[in-house]
């Protein structure tokens, strides 16, 4: 599984590479049986979890901020109810 080392939080020009390591973290994570797993590996997968959900919630944040600047324009619904 990719370490959470190797995720970096989207800004407004994410690159290939974040989305790629955030990749490698969920496909790990869907790979993760931790009915055996060891301390390290218990912490290494939660630190992937935090690390997959920070970058979700990132994309969120872009994703609301443009519905508001489309919605400004007359090009979109209220982002209250999007």
């Given at each position: 599984?990719?370490?959470?080392?190797?995720v970096?939080?989207?800004?407004?020009?994410?690159?290939?590479?974040?989305?790629?390591?955030?990749?490698s973290?969920?496909?790990?994570?869907?790979?993760?049986?931790?009915?055996q797993?060891?301390?390290?590996?218990?912490?290494?997968?939660?630190?992937?979890?935090?690390?997959?959900?920070?970058?979700?919630?990132?994309?969120?944040?872009?994703?609301?901020?443009?519905?508001?600047?489309?919605?400004?324009?007359?090009?979109?619904?209220?982002?209250?109810?999007?």
């Amino acid at each position: 599984m990719a370490t959470v080392s190797q995720v970096h939080t989207p800004t407004a020009g994410a690159t290939d590479k974040s989305t790629t390591d955030v990749a490698s973290l969920v496909a790990g994570l869907l790979g993760e049986s931790l009915e055996q797993a060891d301390r390290d590996t218990v912490n290494a997968t939660l630190r992937a979890v935090h690390a997959v959900r920070t970058w979700l919630d990132a994309v969120e944040i872009r994703a609301a901020r443009r519905v508001r600047q489309l919605h400004d324009a007359g090009r979109a619904d209220s982002p209250v109810t999007t």
